[in-house]
């Protein structure tokens, strides 16, 4: 309850219509996460954590419950106004990098600082500085078709840290990649966490990547919980 | 605007879809702006007719001729200020396809009734001094490259002259430029007392008269009275107002006017489809990218405003060259060498061009921007 948390959910419902069935995904779900923290989400395929992840990213609204972020209760911002603020706030990181194949690696992260009131110049600072440290400068001008898959990644991630946005959200993010090359995104990670105080919150199935966080809580049943029932 | 870059880059996705795109925008404005020049050379003798001037012609038909004599009982009616006549004299310079409308008429009179027609008055000296002299309009004098001096013969295929032969040689000793683009400077006219005492026959008759009437309003009535004038003489006559006149002439060859309505309509129609479609493809398959643009905080309207600029600027670009080449080549003249007198491209359809170019692209990208708009990004990204 102290001023370190950075993300608070209280009573969060979410239930998804297709067509006359409803299909309740999260149930009277709390949760906080202190500034700073580097939480794994766990669970089965299906669990809702992609749209728990969604929920905090404000790309989605809950049905029920409230969610606030650095002091802004983002369920009750208007569409326009919840743009601005993912701009602003969050860094999206995804499983398969989504990055857009006609840009170069540098244009596609510059994408949120377009628009920011930046400078030509200051953007190109940042954007310099992101690929620096995701360690892809010498890859800047290349086209995602032209770089490996965790090289993409590592562009994805610098796309989710230039506006200096404190929380990144990834969704499995070495979902799509090999144990190695995961490994080399997880340590990114990681260092986001420990030197540059990101708060990561990142979905991943798998165990061994869950232990590079501070913190694993398993979702199931739309609830969560610290420890896999199952 | 700082997002152009991705319109841009989105442009090399499917180079050839776009070049195809942009290349039948660009044949659609070629032909619009081609065939607003043509309609034009239709409309034109129409818009600029005179609303104070009427012609009287024979009742029968055009070709049929009228006594001189009318000029002196026209002018005696109430409400007439002047008249004057002309006629068709229909002679060929060199080769049958060099069409020139050719016209004896009473120089003063005649370019009274014209004040369009623009004559330096010491060129109108020299016509009066010289009774072979003729005056041509600007366009046809530069056709031929005449200047003025020099003599030029026309071969007779009605009126042969009594000196013999065929042939009547003129000295040009005018040239006439029209106070507006719309104004007819294709005229050869030469002075009626030289071709009257000249012709071999029909001394006395000429083609058609012009009246000038006061009051423009009242000219329909003046027209009737003109008529009962002549009723039951020999030589009866219909006289309408000169845009009516124009009209009847231009509408021999078919309502033109409206069928080039009809094409464009169809041309734009179809355009449409095709931008439309080119336009849905492109944010139909960039599902994925505009969800992740919104994501990353784009707003709704962003994202439309992003399709429309792109659906815009596809049509800028053939939409702009296309009416460039289409200025270019009616700027080269005339298709039919000559019997479109007036043939230029009408700087009021420019602008309509420009703004149909801008409705082309607003159009064809409204119902996939508006898609792109709704675009829950959640969705988006979910399908992989
Ligand atoms: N937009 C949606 N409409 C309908 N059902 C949805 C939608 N998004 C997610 N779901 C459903 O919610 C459940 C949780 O999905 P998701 O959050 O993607 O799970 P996870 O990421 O844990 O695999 C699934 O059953 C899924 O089918
Ligand atoms: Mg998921």
């Known amino acids: 309850m102290s001023n ?100 170069s690696a540098e244009k596609n992260v510059e994408l949120p600082l377009l628009l920011t009131s930046l400078s030509n110049a200051e953007r190109k600072r940042h954007v310099a500085n992101a690929l620096e440290i995701v360690g892809l400068s010498h890859r800047a001008k290349h086209t995602p078709r032209t770089l490996s898959g965790g090289e993409q990644q590592r562009v994805g991630i610098a796309r989710a840290i230039v506006s200096d946005s404190t929380l990144v959200l990834a969704d499995e993010p070495t979902g799509d990649l090999d144990r190695k090359t995961g490994d080399g995104i997880l340590d990114l990670l990681q260092a986001l966490n420990r030197e540059h105080g990101k708060t990561i919150v990142m979905v991943t199935h798998d165990a061994h990547a869950a232990k590079r966080s501070n913190r694993v809580l398993y979702l199931l049943d739309g609830q969560l919980s610290t420890e896999l029932a199952a | 605007m700082r997002l152009a870059g991705i319109v841009v880059s989105n442009f090399k996705r499917h180079r050839l879809r776009t070049a195809l795109t942009v290349l039948s925008i660009l044949v659609a404005f070629v032909l619009f702006g081609y065939l607003a020049a043509i309609k034009k050379a239709f409309e034109a003798g129409v818009d600029v007719a005179g609303k104070d001037r009427l012609v009287v012609r024979h009742k029968i038909s055009i070709i049929q001729m009228l006594p001189v004599s009318y000029e002196a009982d026209i002018e005696r009616i109430d409400g007439v200020k002047e008249a004057t006549h002309a006629s068709w004299f229909g002679g060929i310079y060199k080769e049958p396809r060099n069409f020139i409308p050719q016209f004896p008429v009473k120089p003063e009179e005649f370019m009274a009734m014209y004040p369009e027609f623009r004559l330096p008055p010491a060129q109108m000296d020299a016509w009066l001094r010289t009774r072979t002299g003729a005056v041509v309009g600007r366009r046809t004098a530069d056709k031929f490259g005449w200047k003025i001096g020099d003599k030029i013969p026309i071969q007779a295929t009605i009126w042969r002259p009594k000196s013999g032969g065929n042939t009547w040689t003129f000295d040009i000793v005018g040239i006439y430029e029209g106070a507006e683009e719309e104004t007819d400077t294709t005229l050869f006219l030469f002075r009626y007392d030289y071709f009257d005492e000249n012709r071999s026959f029909g001394e006395g008759a000429v083609g058609w008269y012009y009246i000038r009437v006061s009051d423009p309003a009242r000219a329909a009535q003046i027209a009737l009275k003109v008529d009962e004038t002549f009723a039951n003489s020999a030589y009866e006559t219909k006289t309408e107002t000169e845009g009516a006149f124009v009209k009847a002439f231009a509408e021999q060859a078919g309502n033109i006017g409206k069928i080039i309505t009809f094409i464009l ?62 200025w270019r080549l009616v700027a080269a003249g005339d298709p039919t060498g000559g019997a479109l007198p007036i043939f230029f491209f009408p700087p009021g359809e420019l602008v309509m061009g420009a703004l149909y170019v801008v409705l082309l692209g607003l159009a064809a990208g409204a119902v996939p921007a508006i898609q792109a708009m709704r675009l829950n990004p959640v969705d988006a990204l979910r399908r992989e």
Request: with cysteine; charged share 20%; proline share 2%.
């Open chain 1, 4 to 103: 370190d948390t950075l993300v608070r959910l209280g009573g969060v419902e979410k239930t998804f219509r297709r067509g006359s069935e409803e299909i309740h995904v999260l149930h009277e779900l709390s949760l906080e996460i202190p500034n700073g923290e580097f939480l794994a989400l766990m669970g089965p395929s299906g669990s809702g954590k992609s749209t728990l992840l969604n929920l905090i990213a404000g790309l989605d609204k809950p049905t029920r419950g409230t969610i606030e972020i650095g002091g802004e209760r983002i369920d009750q911002m208007a569409g326009r106004a919840l743009a601005g603020w993912r701009a602003r706030h969050v860094g999206l990181v995804f499983q398969f990098y989504n990055l857009l194949p006609v840009l």
């Open chain 2, 265 to 326: 309509t169809a041309v734009f129609f179809t355009i449409l489809l095709v931008a439309g479609n080119t336009m849905a493809q492109a944010v139909r398959e960039r599902t994925q990218e505009l969800g992740v643009l919104k994501a990353v905080g784009f707003t709704d309207g962003q994202v439309l405003g992003l399709v429309l600029v792109e659906s815009c600027i596809i049509s800028i670009v053939g939409g702009s060259i296309g009416l460039a080449l289409s």
